[in-house]
């Protein structure tokens, strides 16, 4: 009996350990703000680097819990411009906080775009997430699985802010980066 209800503990042990694998490697759903008119969304530009979980690794983690509309420019406003449209990568730390925000090309972008950007970091600064975690498994001599080790690790994640003026009435999205 006793080898039987091991065999079944390992069973059931190991269907667990696989069905935690599989929820974290999902791709996390659509992300809808619900306020102000604002809708977010995940974007992953070609060639971005992920970790690679070796062999019983298990991420979870990274995902926005805390975000802050950018502010439409109100010098701008006025003017209405055509939409605007900010890449911008924020990095994270190991406790979920945006750390910096970068945006290409803000060295060459005029008066007008430099505005939108500064309304991207100061938003951006505001987001929080939960920490990127990879928890490591393996099993012991008799097939039971156990947590060897866990760490927060840092990451990136790449949004499109989007920027529209209609009739002296703005509206700002967020889209992030897909595979």
């Known amino acids: ?11 059931c042990g190991g269907l667990l350990l696989m069905l935690v694998g599989c ?5 996390p759903p659509a ?6 008119d604002a809708s977010w969304k995940e974007v992953v ?3 971005t680097t992920r970790y690679r979980l070796a062999l019983g690794e298990v991420s979870s983690g990274g995902t926005p819990f805390r975000r802050a509309t950018p502010v439409y420019p109100p010098e701008l406003l006025v003017g209405c411009p055509s939409p605007q449209e900010v890449p911008a990568l924020l990095i994270v ?3 979920g906080k ?5 945006v290409a090309d803000e060295a060459r972008a005029d008066t007008g775009r430099r505005a939108f950007i500064a309304a991207v970091r100061v938003a951006a600064r505001r987001w929080q997430f939960n920490p990127l975690t990879i928890n490591r498994w393996a099993a012991d001599a008799d097939g039971n699985s156990h947590m060897v ?5 840092p990451f ?3 949004y499109v802010f989007r920027f529209e003026c209609h009739a002296g009435k703005a509206t700002v999205s967020a889209a992030a980066a897909k595979p």
């Open 1 to 11: 009996m006793t080898g039987r209800a091991t065999g079944w503990r390992n069973a």
């Open 45 to 47: 530009p070609v060639g």
């Open 23 to 27: 929820a974290m490697t999902r791709p």
């Open 31 to 36: 992300l809808s703000s619900a306020t102000d």
């Open 156 to 158: 990136s994640l790449t």
């Open 98 to 102: 945006v750390g910096e925000v970068r």
């Open 93 to 95: 730390d190991e406790a």
């Open 149 to 153: 080790d866990s760490g927060a690790r």
